[in-house]
């Protein structure tokens, strides 16, 4: 049965924001428009025949591309999205992500399975609801809320921006652009309730119906230029909607993205936090420098200076390395540009989709454009370049922030890490989140985020250290990092970055580094098997990941995290764990039909078969990694997700190659962070 | 057949289906969507559900035979089988869904072999019954069945 994007229409009304008619009394929420995506057409049916006795206009749809080209087609067309999450075209979490960037519609989830993790998953992704099936119409009739609550939020900001900067209504738009989103929910919603209150008159949602933005690739790369040249900090919205100089574009239309931006970059920074400290934890020297390093662009390094843990020398030639990098960055362009034209989402939207619903992997993204700069890898300038510029533009003001973030937190893992294991086993009992965000932080390296092949040779290289962490890190780190990459095609150069980020990610990069310069093995101790290190780097990759959410969750319950950042740790954590995955996953999925493309470039063209090994090395390296890391609970979600092995290796693969040449350029042979106090 | 004894026995036939669990609430979640417009909507999603189903039970019936076992894909299938089998409230289906997964997520096979041969027997006999019991309605007039005691 062939049911796509039949409509069933309970009211015969225009496809307009208001649907009522001026004079009659407010019919809402009948005439709600929504739009179901199920790919069981038992379910389907049902959904639409308990929408349309709500009196709502029902479109139904069994595939997420169909849905998404309805709603990329009719802008304004629909008010809520309710989908299914588990969908063979395309994973309910990622069309969440995309809905959510791109159309900033409130959207529904729903599966059979009602486990917390996967409920858990779709409150990081943006998910304004979830319903457990089978759904009863009772859960439907009240759908309504989400419009109306999105629509107030979105009305108090267009007010706030008015000329209320300041005042009693700032603080309720910090606490609206903090967006700690499930940590504040609570407290948002009361607002929600105040505001309710106090709009009692505007209770004619219609009123508060604007026509959506659709951030188009363009849009959010001037976007992301303007939040950059203000420094997240003081990107506020009236700001940069002056710097971006769009017409019609509204304050709150900035604000409203502002927010999705900074989740993205929180829980990017969670990744990468996740992932430098586990380099550091794993990695030897040479890894954790490399996390340290790649995260050490300008703010990280200032930040890991700050806090005493990076010698001052270090740090000045991580950051003279990373600012003669980014300049550098080319050869990596052509991977990377495959990879962005392979993504038919919207560049920005996409990446920022991934990236915010998982605020650990924007911060990878950051982290690893900060890397670039910082680390003057002797990856291909035109690569540097690419990820430098994409992972500048978008999140050059994150990055600084992020990398703080984990700059100060992959100190303190690289610190842990230059400690015998026994230490880590500390940490990782510490919450598996901590000792994963500490990882992330060291871990982003910015050779990774170039997507350099030496990545791959990396991932090739059985880098047989000891420190398995540190394979597992590069790994996944080069994963992530050309998830990255891949998906952030236009803007973020970075997209390697954030698969820097991840812990694993940022691993793979140091190890990778390592490989490529035999010089650098000598430390660590790396084999330059590259089979086994394809193998490690599988198992890492997926160990990673695990730990990237795991330290992500830490990263952002350090606070370290600046800006946005208003997390708190238990919900990080959470949100960080499942976005990291989702981010991960998310990204493989894109990044996977890159990362091909971009293995092959390096050589390693095999990332499906690196997949598979992942799968089973990473089913393996769980085991291994018995220290609390919270892979079991990461794992559970990671395994099933074959991308992201995939895109790991690939990641892996292109920063092996592109570490190499990052390596060399620093020259580390000793790894300057392995002195850094513990 | 008089009409009250029809309507008697298709009540009755109903409440045997609750009763001896082979239908739950969701069944009735279905009933209630019936309407004027949509006279014989249950009979419609309950046609759908088979006509769909059976090729899930065909993917995993193939799944099975392979070796070694993929659970990860097994217990992929089974779980958008369950999905639409819990959307029609068949209960005892639903139950039989849970089990299979179980022995998925142990890894074994046998298991997951004797619970899906289970499985498809519930699957055939709920289809008979509930296909006697649409002919029944149908034979009474659609808008009786739409008010039929709850």
């Given at each position: 049965m062939n049911l796509v994007s039949q409509t069933a229409k309970s009211m015969s009304m225009p496809n307009?924001?208001?649907?009522?008619?001026?004079?009659?009394?407010?019919?809402?929420?009948?005439?709600?428009?929504?739009?179901?995506?199920?790919?069981?057409?038992?379910?389907?049916?049902?959904?639409?025949?308990m929408l349309l006795n709500c009196l709502y206009e029902v479109t139904k749809c069994n595939r997420a591309e169909m849905a998404l080209s309805l709603l990329r087609e009719n802008k304004n067309g629909y008010d809520i999205v309710i989908s299914d999450v588990h969908m063979p075209d395309m994973d309910g979490f990622k069309l969440l992500e995309h809905i959510g960037l791109e159309m900033d519609l409130p959207v529904i989830m729903m599966s059979a399975d009602d486990g917390k993790s996967v409920v858990m998953k779709g409150?990081?992704?943006?998910?304004?609801?979830?319903?457990?099936?089978?759904?009863?119409?009772?859960?439907?009739?009240?759908?309504?809320?989400?419009?109306?609550?999105?629509?107030?939020?979105?009305?108090?900001?267009?007010?706030?921006?008015?000329?209320?900067?300041?005042?009693?209504?700032?603080?309720?738009?910090?606490?609206d652009a903090d967006f700690s989103s499930s940590a504040n929910e609570g407290s948002w919603r009361k607002r929600r309730k105040d505001e309710e209150d106090q709009v009692e008159d505007r209770d004619d949602t219609s009123a508060l119906k604007k026509p959506r933005v659709v951030w188009s690739v363009e849009l959010h790369q001037q976007f992301v230029a303007a939040v950059n040249q203000l420094g997240i900090d003081k990107a506020v919205p009236k700001k940069i909607l002056e710097l971006m100089n769009v017409p019609g574009l509204t304050r709150e239309n900035v604000a409203s993205h502002l927010q999705k931006y900074r989740l993205y970059l929180r829980r990017l920074s969670g990744v990468s936090q996740h992932q430098s400290g586990l380099n550091n934890s794993f990695g030897g020297p040479p890894d954790a420098t490399f996390g340290s390093v790649s995260s050490f662009n300008g703010l990280d390094l200032q930040a890991l200076a700050a806090t005493g843990q990076i010698p001052a020398q270090s740090l000045a030639t991580l950051q003279a390395a990373a600012l003669g990098r980014s300049t550098t960055k080319s050869g990596i362009s052509v991977p990377l540009m495959d990879q962005r034209n392979l993504f038919s989402f919207e560049g920005p939207k996409l990446r920022f989709g991934e990236g915010s619903q998982q605020p650990q992997q924007s911060n990878n993204n950051n982290k690893q454009i900060n890397l670039l700069?910082?680390?003057?890898?002797?990856?291909?300038?035109?690569?540097?370049?690419?990820?430098?510029?994409?992972?500048?533009?978008?999140?050059?003001?994150?990055?600084?922030?992020?990398?703080?973030?984990?700059?100060?937190?992959?100190?303190?893992?690289?610190?842990?890490?230059?400690?015998?294991?026994?230490?880590?086993?500390?940490?990782?009992?510490?919450?598996?989140?901590?000792?994963?965000?500490?990882?992330?932080?060291?871990?982003?390296?910015?050779?990774?985020?170039?997507?350099?092949?030496?990545?791959?040779?990396?991932?090739?290289?059985?880098?047989?250290?000891?420190?398995?962490?540190?394979?597992?890190n590069s790994v996944s780190q080069a994963s992530s990092m050309v998830d990255f990459s891949i998906t952030q095609n236009t803007d973020l150069p970075?997209?390697?970055?954030?698969?820097?980020?991840?812990?694993?990610?940022?691993?793979?990069?140091?190890?990778?580094?390592?490989?490529?310069?035999?010089?650098?093995?000598?430390?660590?101790g790396f084999a330059p098997s590259y089979d086994i290190f394809s193998d490690l780097h599988q198992h890492k990759s997926q160990d990673w990941e695990l730990q990237n959410v795991g330290l992500a969750f830490n990263a952002s319950q350090h606070s370290?995290?600046?800006?946005?950042?208003?997390?708190?740790?238990?919900?990080?954590?959470?949100?960080?764990?499942?976005?990291?995955?989702?981010?991960?996953?998310?990204?493989?999925t894109s990044v996977g039909k890159v990362m091909f493309s971009a293995g092959e470039e390096s050589g390693?063209?095999?990332?499906?078969?690196?997949?598979?090994?992942?799968?089973?090395?990473?089913?393996?390296?769980?085991?291994?990694?018995?220290?609390?890391?919270?892979?079991?609970?990461?794992?559970?979600?990671?395994?099933?997700?074959?991308?992201?092995?995939?895109?790991?290796?690939?990641?892996?693969?292109?920063?092996?190659?592109?570490?190499?040449?990052?390596a060399n350029e620093f020259g580390f042979d000793g790894y300057p962070l392995d002195d850094l106090p513990v | 057949m008089e009409r009250s004894q029809m309507h008697r026995q298709l009540a009755n036939m109903?409440?045997?289906?609750?009763?001896?669990?082979?239908?739950?609430?969701?069944?009735?979640?279905?009933?209630?969507?019936?309407?004027?417009?949509?006279?014989?909507?249950?009979?419609?999603?309950?046609?759908?559900?088979?006509?769909?189903?059976?090729?899930?039970?065909?993917?995993?019936?193939?799944a099975l035979e392979r070796s070694p076992q993929d659970f990860t894909k097994l217990d992929s299938y089974m779980h958008q089988f369950k999905g639409s089998s819990s959307s029609i409230g068949a209960k005892k289906v639903k139950h039989e869904c849970?089990?299979?997964?179980?022995?998925?997520?142990?890894?074994?096979?046998?298991?997951?072999?004797?619970?899906?041969?289970?499985?498809?027997?519930?699957?055939?006999?709920?289809?008979?019954?509930?296909?006697?019991?649409?002919?029944?309605?149908?034979q009474i007039g659609p808008i009786e069945t739409a008010t039929r005691p709850k």
């Open positions: 307009s924001s208001v649907s009522w008619k001026s004079g009659e009394p407010d019919p809402f929420p009948a005439g709600l428009r929504v739009l179901v995506v199920d790919d069981d057409p038992t379910c389907l049916m049902i959904l639409e025949k409150v990081t992704h943006g998910a304004c609801d979830y319903l457990i099936k089978p759904v009863r119409i009772e859960a439907l009739k009240n759908i309504w809320q989400h419009v109306v609550r999105k629509r107030k939020h979105e009305w108090k900001d267009i007010e706030q921006s008015g000329s209320i900067e300041d005042g009693e209504q700032q603080q309720k738009q910090t606490d700069h910082g680390i003057p890898t002797t990856m291909e300038p035109k690569q540097l370049a690419n990820l430098h510029q994409s992972a500048q533009q978008s999140f050059r003001g994150m990055n600084m922030q992020v990398n703080n973030a984990h700059g100060n937190q992959s100190s303190s893992l690289l610190v842990q890490m230059s400690q015998p294991p026994q230490s880590r086993p500390q940490i990782l009992n510490d919450t598996n989140v901590n000792h994963l965000s500490r990882l992330p932080s060291s871990l982003p390296q910015p050779t990774l985020s170039g997507g350099m092949p030496s990545s791959a040779a990396l991932a090739r290289n059985g880098m047989v250290d000891n420190a398995r962490g540190a394979v597992y970075g997209n390697s970055f954030p698969l820097a980020n991840n812990p694993s990610a940022i691993t793979s990069k140091g190890v990778l580094r390592e490989e490529v310069n035999s010089e650098m093995k000598g430390s660590r370290n995290m600046q800006g946005c950042l208003d997390v708190q740790p238990s919900v990080l954590v959470h949100q960080g764990f499942s976005s990291n995955q989702n981010s991960l996953q998310n990204r493989n390693h063209g095999n990332a499906h078969n690196i997949d598979q090994q992942l799968n089973t090395f990473v089913a393996d390296n769980s085991l291994i990694k018995a220290e609390s890391l919270p892979e079991a609970s990461c794992q559970n979600m990671l395994f099933p997700e074959q991308f992201t092995q995939e895109d790991l290796m690939s990641i892996l693969l292109k920063q092996q190659e592109g570490l190499g040449q990052v | 109903r409440k045997a289906l609750f009763d001896q669990g082979f239908l739950d609430e969701q069944f009735v979640q279905l009933e209630e969507l019936q309407d004027d417009a949509n006279p014989n909507f249950v009979e419609e999603i309950v046609t759908l559900y088979y006509r769909d189903s059976s090729r899930s039970i065909l993917n995993i019936e193939q849970t089990q299979f997964r179980e022995y998925c997520k142990e890894g074994n096979g046998e298991g997951c072999k004797r619970t899906f041969q289970q499985l498809q027997k519930e699957y055939s006999t709920l289809k008979k019954k509930l296909e006697a019991y649409f002919q029944l309605a149908r």
